[in-house]
Every structure is written in C-alpha cells, then in structure tokens.
T-cell receptor, first 116, second 112 residues
C-alpha cells in the first residue's frame, strides 16, 4: 500500500527561525509531489509542485526538495512569521499502470505554530 | 479568475438520507477530483473525473458516486448516509496531469 508520512506531527518555534518539514513516501514511482497549507476550517492552498524529474522548487521563502530514490521530500521555510502558522500537507501522485497518475495520497500533516 | 467553487458550504443530513454536493472547477480545467477529510483518517481520495469519465477511484464503498458534466462541473452523491460520513468534502481541479491541483473551500457535511 502506498503511504505518505509526515514528521513531525506538530512543531512550535519562535518567529524568525528557519525550519524544515519532512515528508516520506513508500514508493519511488511518483508522478509529482505537491505541498499545501491548510488554515483551520478552510480548504487547501497550494504552495509548491515538484515534478518527478525535478529536484527542487522555490517560491519566496519556501523551498521544496525531492529525492525519489530515498522516498523523501522536505519543505524549508526561511525566516518564519506568525502568518505561517497552519497545517502543512504533503501530497503525492503515484504513477499507475499504463503511465497514468493516481489521485493524491496525503500525509497527516505537520501542525506548525510560529510564536510572535 | 474565479477559483474552485463548492456548494453548499454546510449541510446537515439525517442518517439514511442521501446528499449531492456540487463543484465548479476553474474555467478551462477538465480534471475534477473529490476528497474526504476527517480528523481520524485525514484526507482521502474519493475519485477523479476527466472529460466526463471517471479515471481513478479510491477505496470507498459504492454509496459514494460522482459524475462530471460536459462543462466540467462535477457532482458527488452519497446515498444511505451514515454517521461516519460526517466530514469536510473537498473538490480539486487541474488543467492537466503535469499541473498541480487547486482546491475549493469544501462542503462541511454533518450527519445526525
């Protein structure tokens, strides 16, 4: 069974710190990987999308890396701010037979609190 | 540019009833997927439609069904509701496989 795991489940850090969120997946046959944030009671906001052939993507203070061989992705947040407080979700599209892609498989998320 | 629109935002239904949820994707997006989010199980994939055809399906019972119309709008239906169907149902659309998904705000379903 294809699974996605996120560590840690929760994280609380002071404002201004750089931090790393981890995501691991059980199958290296992935189509792409997407990081989302979810604010309480809201839908998901896409942060970064990494294709299977890419190693990393950057957007502002966010950088996501992908290592298919080890089944890992990391989300790096630089100079954290209180507005970054949210749940961060890693989602993987695994490939299926015939070369297509399955639906997203989500990790349980990392609940991040940035203390002012 | 309008985002993914889900209606209604909130629903309260009685056990045994059926419910239909609606999703309007971003203009030009032909892929629509549905997900269920619960505190215990997290986010789980229900099904995906592309050009009116179901392309993928998650591990949910047959009580959960969906369809997509020619204008790419999608509906999902849950029959014979159970208390455990209480969840946030999220719809996502994508222009093609190599692009990421954009999610709607969800429909909060409560079964009593």
């Amino acid at each position: 069974k294809q699974e996605v795991t996120q560590i840690p489940a929760a994280l609380s850090v002071p404002e201004g710190e750089n931090l790393v969120l981890n995501c691991s997946f059980t199958d290296s046959a992935i189509y792409n990987l997407q990081w989302f944030r979810q604010d309480p009671g809201k839908g998901l906001t896409s942060l970064l999308l990494i294709q299977s052939s890419q190693r990393e993507q950057t957007s502002g203070r966010l950088n996501a890396s992908l290592d298919k061989s080890s089944g890992r992705s990391t989300l790096y947040i630089a100079a954290s701010q209180p507005g970054d407080s949210a749940t961060y979700l890693c989602a993987v599209r695994f490939t299926i037979s015939g070369g297509g892609a399955d639906g997203l498989t989500f990790g349980k998320g990392t609940h991040l609190i940035i203390q002012p | 540019k309008a985002g993914v629109t889900q209606t209604p935002r909130y629903l309260i239904k009685t056990r045994g009833q059926q419910v239909t949820l609606s999703c309007s994707p971003i203009s030009g997006h032909r892929s629509v997927s549905w997900y269920q989010q619960t505190p215990g199980q997290g986010l789980q994939f229900l099904f995906e439609y592309f050009s009116e055809t179901q392309r993928n399906k998650g591990n949910f019972p047959g009580r959960f069904s969906g369809r997509q119309f020619s204008n790419s709008r999608s509906e999902m239906n849950v029959s014979t509701l159970e208390l455990g169907d209480s969840a946030l149902y999220l719809c996502a659309s994508s222009i093609r496989d190599t692009y990421g998904y954009t999610f709607g705000s969800g429909t909060r379903l409560t079964v009593v």
